[in-house]
């Protein structure tokens, strides 16, 4: 990998330190290159929205945030698998804006516009302008490509959560980070779980796998290890708890918990794989759909095996100076943790597969291919 000859170091927003040359400070100029690309990818995926509802995904999201309005309370007045948080926003939308179709509209094109953004002010973080605009832009024409069938879908902000989640993470390969910064981190797997129980609970499994690893790499001794893992993994349970504990109570308090288990645990488990399933798609030369299924494995894997394979090499190298090393172990901190939020999230389209369903892996792939070719 290069590294270009810079004047001084400055730290980024996520914590990652990155080199900024004489003439001017790069967090400045990613900043304003940030809020542009916002605004151009919202006008984008704005010009690109269909005018048709999508009646069943979209539709039941639609009904729930009315039914929410009117006092219903989900699990116990109506059947939903997922959290309550896309509900109960848009159901405060409705109230502020009215009940219309367009709002919810206009509040999914915010966040995918937002997702779009972040992921090239993560992708500039680590690799160049042009490697991290690619990345944006990969990122633009994936969401314009599933505009419609994701239109109104509780993935949307459950994957610009995964990313920030993530990287709110990732210092702990470099450093011992503050708890303060780790209790943020468990805060946003709090909020996914609002939005989607299951992604959620896995991206705090996945941190603590970041942490876990990280640990791993930077301490030697064993009790050193098992130390450092807990005083840096309870914030981000607390966060986590915080977060989740109060909706909890209060919906214990109005609802028993019946309802709920029900419509999480016993019905998905009964019925969602024989419902729901579909076989893996052969690829064949007329038809490449289908490579969208298989590519991100193929990039999760490959990241892994370079975020491994890069710590023998650094450990096998005795002429690394203290600053290159540092950067080795910054770079497989980012293949390995996106490479884990990339592979986990796959697996919730082992079912249902298809691209769609494969939405919360996909991101993450684009910042794994980014890395990867930079």
């Not at 900043?31 to 916002?38: N, Q």
């Not at 505009?147 to 709110?168: C, D, E, K, Q």
């Not at 488990?269 to 579909?278: P, V």
Request: net charge positive.
């Amino acid at each position: 990998m290069e590294y270009p000859v810079k004047a001084t170091i400055a730290v980024n927003l996520f914590g990652s330190e990155y080199f900024v040359d004489r003439h001017g400070g790069r967090l400045r100029k990613t900043l304003i290159t940030s809020v542009c690309l916002f605004l151009l990818s919202y006008v984008i995926l704005f010009l690109g929205m269909s005018l048709r509802p999508n009646i069943y995904d979209e539709g039941i999201v639609l009904t729930a945030a009315m039914r929410v309005a009117a006092g219903q309370i989900p699990h116990r007045d109506f059947y939903t698998p997922y959290g309550p948080a896309q509900y109960y926003l848009l159901s405060g939308l409705f109230k502020l804006f009215g009940e219309s179709i367009l709002v919810e509209r206009l509040f999914d094109l915010l966040i995918r516009a937002l997702v779009v953004t972040l992921v090239y002010t993560i992708a500039s973080s680590y690799c160049r302008r042009s490697v991290a605009a690619c990345a944006s832009i990969g990122a633009v024409l994936w969401l314009f490509s599933l505009n419609y069938g994701t239109s109104g879908a509780a993935t949307i902000p459950v994957s610009l959560l995964n990313l920030v989640g993530t990287t709110l993470a990732l210092p702990v390969f470099l450093r011992t980070v503050s708890r303060r910064r780790m209790l943020a981190a468990g805060a946003v797997a709090g909020i996914a779980a609002m939005f989607r129980y299951d992604s959620g609970v896995a991206l705090l499994a996945i941190q603590a796998c970041i942490v876990m690893i990280a640990v791993c790499l930077r301490v030697k001794s064993g009790p050193s290890k098992l130390r450092a893992f807990a005083s840096t993994s309870w914030p981000c349970l607390l966060g986590f708890v915080t977060v989740t504990l109060l909706p909890a109570v209060y919906y214990l308090s109005v609802a028993p918990i019946r309802p709920f288990v029900h419509d999480v645990i016993l019905y998905p488990l009964q019925y969602y794989h024989r419902g729901r399933n579909l076989p893996y798609p052969a690829i064949r030369l007329y038809n490449l759909d289908s490579l969208a299924d298989y590519l991100p494995i193929a990039i999760v894997g490959i990241s892994l095996y370079v975020g491994v394979a890069r710590r023998f090499k650094a450990r096998g190298n005795a002429v690394f100076s203290a600053e290159i090393m540092a950067k080795e172990l910054e770079w497989r901190g980012f293949l390995i943790a996106f490479g884990l939020l990339a592979l986990v999230m796959y697996f919730k389209g082992i079912v249902r597969i298809s691209p769609v369903q494969l939405y919360l892996c996909t991101i993450p792939s684009l910042l794994l291919l980014a890395a990867l070719f930079q």
